[in-house]
């Protein structure tokens, strides 16, 4: 099993970027079998999922609504996930996780592994 950090975070304005990270302590054989997640949490609302990436990181997935804005990625040689946000909105302020499991999947309860969980507010 992995555990997960995340890097990042903090206040961008609207129109702006921001990069997200996680690390992973542990098992780095673990972490390269692991599938990839990020999720989050708007204020007063439901945790959802964001994005995907598999073991190998060949395979992506962003939900569709924040498709060409958001982008996800790994580095298994040094046991990191990313998540690349540009052209922000006011609707992505919201508490991002990253997480690990065994497979490509929107459901939570395939994650075993959580990140801390990082703040991200835009401001206009």
């Known amino acids: 099993q992995v555990q997960l950090m995340g890097i990042g975070g903090g206040s961008v304005q609207v129109g702006g970027s921001l990069r997200l990270s996680c690390v992973a302590s542990?098992?780095?054989?673990?972490?390269?079998?692991?599938?990839l997640g990020w999720f989050r949490q708007a204020p007063g609302k439901e945790r959802k999922g964001v994005a995907l990436?598999?073991?190998?990181?060949?395979?992506?997935s962003v939900v569709t609504s924040l498709k060409g804005r958001f982008t996800v990625s790994r580095n298994n040689a040094d046991n990191t996930i990313s998540l690349q946000m540009n052209n922000m909105t006011l609707e992505d302020t919201a508490i991002y996780y990253c997480a690990a499991g065994p497979k490509f999947s929107w459901s939570e309860a395939d994650y075993s592994s959580w990140g801390q969980g990082t703040q991200v507010t835009v401001s206009s």
């Open positions: 990436i598999s073991d190998t990181g060949s395979s992506t």
């Open positions: 542990g098992s780095g054989d673990a972490f390269r079998k692991s599938f």
